[in-house]
């Protein structure tokens, strides 16, 4: 089946702008910042929604309302053609860390960061200056996006990063801030004491407008921090710098880590707000063994269908946390409270599972013996707090697992709130619905995304055959590039997650 036939299968869709119809962005000219200050406007205000005419046919996976309304669409001309350079509008000018700062100064607490964040991340890993700085600026949300040294910014990765940075920080006068933590790969550069080094690697690994939101570690600095931990590579220990990032700037409550290969349908802000509300309202009440499963909308219908059959199954035998329950009234323990740690796929039990790193766990008094988790891509949510209990097991235990288990196994351990949630994922592939659950959730009950061999993990065997290599959230495959590459020439389609996107 040729793409284009692919894709008039996956969204039928054949609205015009005579029978469409429209409403306009929840960000308004009242809260909204923009990128240059005065009467140059950058058109923010704009961005209107269409009503979306047919509907996903292949929603596998997920509840297609949980980043939104699925009813409506954000074309991608509404969002990214503004901010693509043209003649009178060069975007490369704007300095987006500067407009952040200057954007939150108006009615928010975000602290403006007057003083300059290179020199607030090179200070000493215990500096005072660092607390005393950022007293009473707590109860912000950081966006850091993870980049190596040697990413290529093209024209249409640029017009990405300018619309997301506008819709989360300036659209919404500084509820988020968005920053670049860049990965140096050559691991003998002395970032930390050697200041024309460091000058020297930024000019030559970010864009000028990014430069002033952009923060460079290597292994060398992970080195130094946790020098009881064995592995630095970034591969497997994908949290250190986002750990040393939680210490040094702690008015963040919360740090959204995100890939440079990852892409929003809708718009950024509205998609991670609607996640965050999601996770706020679950139930502590078997919650670890709904985070075990892939929610199939098509046999469950709704969410909360799902929620009651996984309670029958269980009763009140799930884990809870570092409490037991005892009366009905627990069953309500969580609703309202922020999660520690929000992921979007499955956080499983790895033993039993020919996980390729199903044994991999270090500095552990029980060893393989430990409860542990996992959830595949390290694109989540956590909090402060849960990244500094990693930070002290890392840096005085030299406690350490990889990348897509340390979260995971750290909120299990410390019994903080942890929420999976239910993106919609499709495959370009039709599925039946039972069939497809006999394939991704065939653990067991407390785990049943994960089980022998599940084909989303990575085996010691290699990549399992499955489904997942048409996803649309993923590790490999061209799925979530099709789609987006569908969405760039026009097609609309709800909001949904794409990973991975290469864009040249």
């Given at each position: ?9 996956l969204y039928r869709s054949s609205f015009s702008s005579s029978s469409s ?312 323990w969580g609703v309202g409270e922020d999660a520690d740690l929000i992921s ?161």
């Amino acid at each position: 089946m040729g793409k284009s036939n692919v894709f008039d299968q996956l969204y039928r869709s054949s609205f015009s702008s005579s029978s469409s119809l429209f409403r306009t962005s929840p960000t308004s000219a009242a809260t909204a910042c923009q990128a240059w200050p005065g009467p140059q406007v950058s058109g923010s205000e704009q961005l209107s929604y269409e009503r979306c005419q047919g509907r996903i046919n292949l929603t596998a996976i997920g509840d297609p309302h949980v980043l939104g309304d699925p009813e409506w669409c954000l074309p991608a001309a509404s969002r990214l053609n503004q901010y693509q350079s043209s003649p009178g509008r060069n975007w490369s000018e704007v300095r987006w860390g500067q407009s952040q700062r200057r954007c939150a100064t108006r009615e928010h607490k975000l602290s403006p960061l007057e003083n300059d964040i290179r020199r607030i991340w090179r200070l000493p890993a215990d500096s005072e200056e660092v607390t005393a700085a950022l007293e009473g600026n707590k109860g912000s949300v950081a966006i850091v996006l993870r980049a190596w040294d040697n990413y290529e910014y093209t024209e249409r990765s640029l017009s990405w990063l300018r619309t997301l940075i506008a819709e989360v920080s300036l659209q919404h006068r500084g509820r988020y801030q968005v920053f670049f933590l860049v990965n140096v790969k050559d691991p003998d550069i002395r970032l930390e004491e050697d200041d024309v080094a460091y000058e020297q690697a930024m000019l030559e690994s970010v864009p000028e407008e990014f430069r002033d939101m952009a923060i460079l570690f290597n292994e060398r600095t992970l080195k130094a921090w946790y020098p009881l931990v064995k592995e630095h590579r970034v591969q497997h220990q994908m949290y250190q710098a986002l750990q040393i990032f939680s210490r040094k700037f702690q008015q963040f409550d919360h740090i959204w880590q995100l890939e440079m290969d990852l892409r929003f349908t809708s718009h950024v802000h509205d998609t991670l707000e609607s996640a965050a509300t999601f996770a706020r309202a679950q139930s502590r009440r078997n919650l670890w063994e709904r985070n075990g499963r892939f929610y199939i909308p098509r046999l469950h219908n709704t969410y909360k269908n799902f929620t009651a059959a996984v309670d029958a199954e269980m009763g009140d035998w799930g884990v809870w946390g570092p409490m037991k329950p005892h009366s009905r009234a627990m069953r309500d323990w969580g609703v309202g409270e922020d999660a520690d740690l929000i992921s979007f796929m499955p956080m499983i039990d790895p033993v039993g599972t020919n996980w390729i790193y199903e044994n991999n766990i270090n500095g552990f008094a029980d060893g393989a013996e430990t409860p542990r988790r996992v959830a595949i891509v390290s694109i989540t949510r956590s909090s402060r707090r849960l990244l500094h209990l990693i930070d002290e097991a890392q840096r005085e235990r030299g406690q350490w697992l990889v990348s897509e288990a340390t979260l995971e196994t750290f909120a299990l351990l410390h019994g903080l709130k942890a929420v999976t949630v239910p993106q919609p994922i499709y495959f370009t592939q039709e599925i039946g619905a039972e069939e497809l659950d006999a394939e991704v959730n065939k653990g067991p009950l407390y785990s049943k995304a994960g089980g022998e061999m599940p084909s989303m993990l990575y085996s010691k065997k290699g990549w399992l055959p499955g489904s997942w290599w048409k996803a649309s959230y993923w590790f490999t495959g061209n799925g979530a590039q099709d789609i987006w590459k569908a969405y760039v020439d026009g097609q609309s389609f709800p909001p949904m997650l794409l990973h991975p996107v290469k864009e040249t």
